[in-house]
């Protein structure tokens, strides 16, 4: 069966510290992969998305950033972080070509920045 | 562009309690709807979906009708249970997955 995984479950961090948020898929190949913010009180935001090694596709400017140097592993970074890059970031996982409507989601990440 | 609004919590409600959580939608085409549900410390996992218009999408005892001519797809559940405590997202989806858009989220609470 396909798991995802995520880590760090909880992070708190000084601004201007850098961050790396890492997701990794089990048991699925190809998949498309993506990066969600939650932030309190709103609904998810897509941040980035992936349909391949090393193709990253940003939906939002920021100063977070992204990459795929594995088939199954996404990492979510930034150099310099602000406080207003607190909040839930959820990794998901669907399947190549299929729009079957399903986002697998991984546990989450909480960060706060003080 | 396509867009979710769906009701703002947070709800509470006993338990054997009939659930409503509004949901209504704009899309150009012709999207696919979902429920999402999260868990408390956890991520979202799918509840149910459906596909076209009069589509009937059911899980758990929860149900929801995908009407076109209100735009709305509306979750409901007959009883609610203390388990059910959680946050529901409507969402919809047109041709690809990093489309999907999500509602703000409705909070429920169940108390026994």
């Known amino acids: 069966s396909q798991t995802i995984h995520q880590w760090p479950a909880t992070l708190v961090q000084p601004v201007g510290s850098p961050l790396s948020l890492e997701c990794t898929v089990e048991g699925t190949s190809n998949p498309n992969l993506y990066w969600y913010r939650q932030a309190a009180g709103r609904g998810l935001q897509l941040l980035f998305y992936?349909?391949?090694?090393?193709?990253i596709s940003s939906e939002v400017p920021q100063n977070l950033s992204a990459s795929r140097p594995q088939d199954r592993q996404f990492i979510l970074s930034s150099k310099k972080l602000l406080l207003s890059d607190s909040g839930f970031y959820l990794c998901a996982w669907s399947v190549r070509d299929r729009n079957t409507g399903e986002l697998f989601f991984g546990e989450g990440s909480r960060l706060t920045v003080l | 562009g396509n867009s979710v609004t769906q009701m703002e919590g947070p709800v509470t409600l006993s338990e054997e309690a009939f659930l409503t959580i509004n949901c209504t939608y704009t899309a150009t085409g012709y999207p696919s709807l979902f429920w999402y549900v999260q868990y408390p410390g956890e991520g979202l996992q799918l509840l149910l979906k459906?596909?076209?218009?009069?589509d009937k999408g059911s899980n758990k005892g929860f149900e929801a009708t995908y009407r076109k001519e209100t735009t709305s797809f509306h979750l409901e559940k007959g009883s609610v249970q203390v388990s059910d405590s959680a946050v529901y997202f409507c969402a919809l989806s047109d041709l690809f997955l990093h489309d999907m858009r999500f509602g703000a989220g409705t909070r429920l609470t169940v108390k026994p």
């Open positions: 459906a596909t076209k218009a009069d």
């Open positions: 992936s349909v391949g090694i090393g193709q």
